[in-house]
């Protein structure tokens, strides 16, 4: 099955309103891109970028929702507020969270099961420390991050769910995996997929994120389970994010 790519910019916690603004109008100038493109915002600027994309192909996520509904929960937006700003996506998991603000596999399930039900596609972020992978433990991390999803959402939700896969000693260090590694653990969460549903393990996409940069995008796209890219750095800089998607 031939699955489009998508390549979503995960600016972090960067930006501001003149340098979006210069950032967008330069990916909107780019005008037609040979894959799915999307740009998760700041909270604060998605208003800016909602209005800045009208007319254009990128779509718009966030970098996080609330696993609530709405309420007493201090400093949480829900998946609803994000969808009335226009959000198609949200990053659900990034290694960030987890590490270094305590969410857990459950939490993370939760939000992709809120995330859905506000009609928003959770990009869900997995991925193993340099530890875990010098221990020979990224198959087994990687299945249990993806396994508390799973349980949580059933595999039917994951038509609507994109997986990005982040190994987390590659995330902002320069230091990619090759192809070849990445390869092998998207292979094996499209298998873990398949053992339940192989239509659905087959349309799944699954990006590959973690110091993705013009130099690198087109070989590691070019592998048979790499169907994009989530990109942190190279995501603010419209010349090398456009390379990227081009890349596609
Ligand atoms: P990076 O970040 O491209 O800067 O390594 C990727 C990510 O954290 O999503």
Redo the contacts with the bound molecule.
Sequence with gaps: MSRKKIIAG?W?MNGGLAANQALVTALKAAGDLPADVAVCVPYPYLAQAQQLLQGSAIALGAQNVSEQTAGAFTGEVSGEMLREFGCTYA?VG???RRTLYGETDAQIARKCVRAQQAGLVPIL?IGETLAEREANRTETVVAEQLDAVLSATGIAAFANIVI?Y?PVW????GKTATPQQAQDVHAFIRQRLAAQDANIAAQVRIQY?????PGNAKELMAMPDIDGG??????LVAEDFLAICKAA
């Design positions: 995960n972090k990053i990034h290694s960030e972020c990005a982040e590659a995330i902002g260090t994120g973690g110091s993705m940069k989530l990109i942190g750095g190279a995501s």
